[in-house]
T-cell receptor, first 115, second 111 residues
Framework: EAGVTQFPSHSVIEKGQTVTLRCDPISGHDNLYWYRRVMGKEIKFLLH????????ESGMPNNRFLAERTGGTYSTLKVQPAELEDSGVYFC?????????????FGPGTRLTVL | GDSVTQMEGPVTLSEEAFLTINCTYT??????LFWYVQYPGEGLQLLLK?????DKGSNKGFEATYRKETTSFHLEKGSVQVSDSAVYFC??????????FGKGTLLTVNP
């Protein structure tokens, strides 16, 4: 069974440009999460989808970030316009159930560098 | 809010040495606790977990015990191998579904 996949693996853009990250969760997983790790800091929660609905977007830094999950399958995270502080590794995770011990399966991450 | 504090690295050990990576947490209620590992070039993988006080999670020779009285979940391994070189993250999941992570500890094991 395929794991969580993310595209691209790396992206280098200039300040002010737009970037779209994609995540394909494990097939059948209703829950999809985005996290971000800025250099040297903790991995931080951004938002959570249940199917196509945003369950919690309390971690989204500001309105330059837009996440979508059309049809409840893959998700995209768009940053527009990108700023220097957006650089980091963006992780996507998915899970099948929401119980407290349920495992979230992570993708390899997208490393975003904003110059 | 919830928070996780873990020992900052980097940690460098020789093969077969004993490993401890400290992790303490702050959370309301009774969180589930996790250790994730990220090997070079790969994504995060769940290493072990514990869902209630006094539970011991174990996997691949690693162990961690959920200590409610000390709010700790220290990771230990009796004899590390070169292949254990990775970044280790302590995390908790509280009354909601999202994970709260520590900063990560880079472990390098030399032959």
């Amino acid at each position: 069974e395929a794991g969580v996949t993310q595209f691209p693996s790396h992206s280098v853009i200039e300040k002010g440009q737009t970037v779209t990250l994609r995540c394909d969760p494990i097939s059948g997983h209703d829950n999809l999460y985005w996290y971000r790790r800025v250099m040297g800091k903790e991995i931080k929660f951004l938002l959570h989808f249940v199917k196509e609905s945003k369950q919690d977007e309390s971690g989204m830094p500001n309105n330059r970030f837009l996440a979508e999950r059309t049809g409840g399958t893959y998700s995209t995270l768009k940053v527009q316009p990108a700023e220097l502080e957006d650089s980091g590794v963006y992780f996507c995770a998915s899970s099948q159930v929401r119980d407290r011990g349920g495992e979230q399966f992570f993708g390899p991450g997208t490393r975003l560098t904003v110059l | 809010g919830d928070s996780v504090t873990q020992m900052e690295g980097p940690v460098t050990l020789s093969e077969e040495a004993f490993l401890t990576i400290n992790c303490t947490y702050t959370a309301t209620g009774y969180p589930s606790l996790f250790w994730y590992v990220q090997y070079p070039g790969e994504g995060l993988q769940l290493l072990l977990k514990a869902t209630k006080a006094d539970d011991k999670g174990s996997n691949k020779g690693f162990e961690a015990t959920y200590r409610k009285e000390t709010t700790s979940f220290h990771l230990e391994k009796g004899s590390v191998q070169v292949s254990d070189s990775a970044v280790y993250f302590c995390a908790l999941r509280g009354s909601n579904y999202k994970l709260t992570f520590g900063k990560g500890t880079l472990l390098t094991v030399n032959p």
